[in-house]
């Protein structure tokens, strides 16, 4: 396996290398100590990022880019092979990852292009997908609004028919303990005043609805 010769015309590059998937060490260029644990790192670092890819479902690896302060490397892998590159950290590994591209198009572990189909052959019809089952209608149950019951009213009293001396009427409806029947006279108090008469004489309506209270509180108590 010898190096590509598009990386030997880009000035950014400092060294590259090649070894067999098992990491062992085929070419290098420069020939620099340490590029046999540099090429079995390589290898060890390619099946790990491999393993990886595969169960999170990434797809097949391709290209292990790694940028430093002190160093840059781009590693490119295909079927029966790596191929590290040692890239001058000052500048961009664009271009070298262009020319990475062209010596590795199909990546370790990917499934080889399907062979192109004849011209005038018939094509395989697409897989029809099974017709879910129709859903059942869902209904859902009808609410009927609950009014809150209310608690029953007090009946209200029955307005009193006109008397000539609704005071007496008062007075005989308190007396004989009959408050719901003295309330509805009170609205006739201040319209039957009788000057002439004692205890007829006319009174305020506030006055009058003070009395008749006081005299209804005492009633009850």
């Known amino acids: 396996m010898s190096l590509p010769t598009s990386l030997r015309g880009l000035s950014e590059v400092k060294g590259a290398l090649t070894a067999d998937p098992s990491g062992r060490l085929l070419e290098a260029d420069p020939d620099v100590a340490g590029q046999n644990e540099a090429a079995a790192a390589m290898a060890v670092g390619a099946n790990g990022f491999s393993v990886a890819g595969d169960a999170a479902k990434l797809g097949s690896l391709a290209t292990i880019l790694v940028k430093g302060a002190a ?13 590290l590159v040692t890239v001058d950290p000052a500048t961009t590994t664009t271009q070298v990852e262009r020319a990475l591209k062209d010596w590795a198009p199909q990546a370790i572990g990917s499934k080889p292009a399907a062979a192109p189909i ?3 052959a018939p ?3 697409a897989p029809r997908r ?16 609950v009014r809150p019951s209310l608690p029953p009213s007090a009946p209200r009293a029955a307005p009193a028919k006109p008397v000539a001396d609704p005071w007496g009427a008062l007075r005989r409806t308190l007396g004989r303990g009959q408050l719901n029947e003295a309330v509805t006279y009170q609205s006739q108090l201040a319209a039957s005043h009788d000057p002439d008469r004692p205890g007829s004489e006319q009174v305020d309506p ?8 006081a005299l209804l509180e005492a009633s009850a108590a």
């Open 130 to 145: 099974p017709t879910p089952p129709p859903s059942k209608p869902v209904t859902s149950p009808k609410l009927s609004a």
């Open 123 to 125: 094509r395989p019809a």
């Open 206 to 213: 506030e006055e009058s609805d003070r009395a008749v209270r």
């Open 71 to 83: 160093s840059s490397t781009v590693t490119a892998i295909r079927p029966g092979g790596l191929l």
């Open 118 to 120: 004849p011209a005038g």
